[in-house]
């Protein structure tokens, strides 16, 4: 199956598949550390809210995935599931366990930045939706994390380049639709200001990298749309000239060649059905930056549709690509640039 754009009929088989999973507690790889015989907890005890999916942040991601397709199809056949979940999990009490999580010492870099990025997703979202309830309970732990993100910040001299969880720019980039939906203009200048502190010498990239064995994301091109979406166009469109100076003749030739995924039952191998939808929503993001008349737009736009046809048909099937990807194919398809 392909798709150029999400559908109701699309959405509804996405709803599903999260519908399945997020309260699905086992198999479950935590990301958790002991400290006594007392935390050997079970995944719903740690996180009330977030304990299916596989993995907390696959459960946060899928929670934004079942938001926005609510503001999108309000009346479609998921609605009254979405709304019930939301009801049942998204409340006070749930929301101070998660937050109270947060409080341990060990819990420091939990989720950092990958998860943090993604909460405050879901958080804008959230706040999106004509009913404000779940938006209003969420509110205590989403700021718990914007705050993580404004101490961590100024202390993290370099950014991580990775393809993967550990990813900055990524991190950077979420956060900022937070910082837009709740007018946090001092939160949106730490983002900014980070991003050029951290990428605004970037030049010439070469991208050689691309792709490694676990990728889900383009370190080239999620740093291109974190400043994309960070900086002023006049800002921006003199950094990405000078970031990817040989786009219009399709080079580094690597970011324009869908990755190929060898085993769907192998987690990290499976990374890469990701990577080729992440790498769609960053294509099709920097397209519509561009001006009109530019060459590099139809260029980018190729390149969104030839790896969004290469991740689309392989949302679901093996759990350990079925618990994630539908959220990244609907960011793809349906994030506004």
């Not at 959405?11 to 790889?29: C, M, Q, S």
């Not at 202390?155 to 993967?164: C, D, E």
């Not at 769907?264 to 009109?292: T, Y």
């Not at 949302?315 to 959220?327: C, N, P, Q």
Request: aromatic share 12%; proline share 7%.
């Amino acid at each position: 199956m392909t798709a150029a754009r999400l559908t109701e009929e699309l959405a509804l088989r996405f709803a599903r598949i999260a519908l399945g999973h997020v309260g699905r507690e086992y198999p479950n790889k935590p990301d958790h550390t002991l400290a006594g015989p007392e935390d050997a907890l079970t995944p719903r005890e740690l996180h009330p809210i977030f304990y299916g999916s596989y993995d907390w942040h696959s459960c946060v991601h899928s929670y934004w995935m079942l938001a926005r397709l609510l503001r999108r199809y309000p009346g479609f056949e998921a609605a009254a599931d979405i709304r019930a979940l939301f009801d049942a999990q998204l409340t006070p009490e749930k929301v101070a366990v998660e937050c109270a999580y947060l409080a341990a010492p060990t819990a420091r870099g939990f989720k950092r930045p990958y998860g943090w990025g993604w909460l405050l997703k879901l958080a804008a979202e959230l706040s999106l939706l004509d009913d404000k309830r779940w938006s209003e309970v969420c509110a205590p732990l989403a700021e718990a994390f914007a705050q993580r993100f404004r101490d961590f910040l100024p202390l993290a001299t370099y950014p991580v380049r990775v393809g993967t969880h550990f990813n900055t720019a990524f991190g950077l980039r979420m956060a900022a639709d937070y910082a837009t939906a709740t007018a946090d203009d001092d939160f949106a200048v730490l983002l900014r200001e980070t991003a050029l502190r951290w990428y605004g010498d970037d030049t010439d990239c070469p991208a050689w990298g691309e792709p490694s064995g676990d990728d889900f994301q383009s370190s080239a091109l999620i740093e291109a749309e974190c400043m994309r979406r960070l900086l002023a166009p006049e800002a921006f469109l003199p950094w990405f000239d000078r970031f990817l100076p040989k786009l219009a003749r399709q080079e580094p030739a690597t970011l324009f060649r869908p990755a190929t995924v060898s085993d769907r039952s192998d987690g990290k191998i499976a990374h890469l059905d990701g990577l080729n939808l992440s790498r769609a929503w960053c294509w099709r993001a920097l397209a519509g930056a561009l001006p009109e008349g530019d060459a590099r737009r139809a260029v980018a736009r190729t390149a969104a549709a030839e790896h969004l046809a290469a991740g689309i048909p392989h949302i679901a099937g093996d759990y350990m690509g079925e618990h994630w990807l539908a959220s990244f194919a609907v960011l793809a398809l349906e994030e506004e640039p």
